[in-house]
């Protein structure tokens, strides 16, 4: 069954922590994106990524960093330098070419205290 | 001014309803248009997506898209208790970068 499996689905940190989420797809999609979704709003782009080894800030990246060695993979590590990190951190991936839109995986529900 | 407006709702409706969930948008080189189902804890899932103006159904849905406007519809007819979800209206220039609504709360009683 082809997918984006983000895990884990419920994280828990103490602030000054850096936290890693993981997020595997086996679509064979080339483009993967981190956005975060709060309450109330819409989602945020954290970063992207449209090809191996290669990725771009969106527009909340301060505090976030990623890593895209494998197409498969798209970590995203929370920082201790990110000033309100509990949210829900959705990863995303597209084929990237023309008409393609996003899918979505489950989402890490992340908790920092 | 946000790219993209929604009613957050909630709205809530009797079952076998015809439902009309709404998005206006400020970026006029918009040409992608996609509607997102999300219920509670998990992640959004790709409804309908057109391109430019007019309108696509697919079973019980339908989009609508007026660029003239820049307005946005998702119908649902003879909704279901299991339409209860937050839908997402989201656009796209280029499918390069996707401009997300805050979502609006559908509540279907049975």
């Known amino acids: 069954d082809g997918g984006i499996t983000q895990s884990p689905k419920y994280l828990f940190r103490k602030e000054g922590q850096n936290v890693t989420l993981s997020c595997e797809q086996n679509?064979?999609?080339?483009?993967m994106y981190w956005y975060r979704q709060d309450p109330g709003q819409g989602l945020r782009l954290i970063y992207y990524?449209?090809?191996?080894?290669?990725?771009q800030k969106g527009d909340i990246a301060e505090g976030y960093s990623v890593s895209r060695e494998k197409k498969e993979s798209f970590p995203l590590t929370v920082t201790s330098a990110q000033k309100n990190p509990t949210a829900f951190y959705l990863c995303?991936?597209?084929?990237?070419?023309?008409?393609?839109?996003?899918?979505f995986g489950n989402g890490t529900r992340l908790t920092v205290t | 001014q946000k790219e993209v407006e929604q009613d957050p709702g909630p709205l809530s409706v009797p079952e076998g309803a015809i439902v009309s969930l709404n998005c206006t948008y400020s970026?006029?080189?918009?040409?992608?248009f996609m509607w997102y189902r999300q219920y509670s804890r998990k992640g959004p899932e790709l409804l309908m997506y057109?391109?430019?103006?007019g309108n696509k159904e697919d079973g019980r849905f339908t989009a609508q898209v007026d660029k003239s406007s820049k307005y946005i519809s998702l119908f649902i007819r003879d909704s279901q208790p299991s339409d209860s979800a937050t839908y997402l209206c989201a656009m796209s220039e280029d499918f390069n970068k996707f401009y997300f609504g805050s979502g609006t709360k559908l509540n279907v009683k049975p």
């Open positions: 970026n006029s080189a918009f040409q992608y």
């Open positions: 990524s449209q090809i191996v080894n290669d990725f």
């Open positions: 679509l064979n999609h080339d483009a």
């Open positions: 995303a991936s597209s084929i990237g070419e023309y008409n393609s839109p996003l899918h």
């Open positions: 057109t391109y430019s103006s």
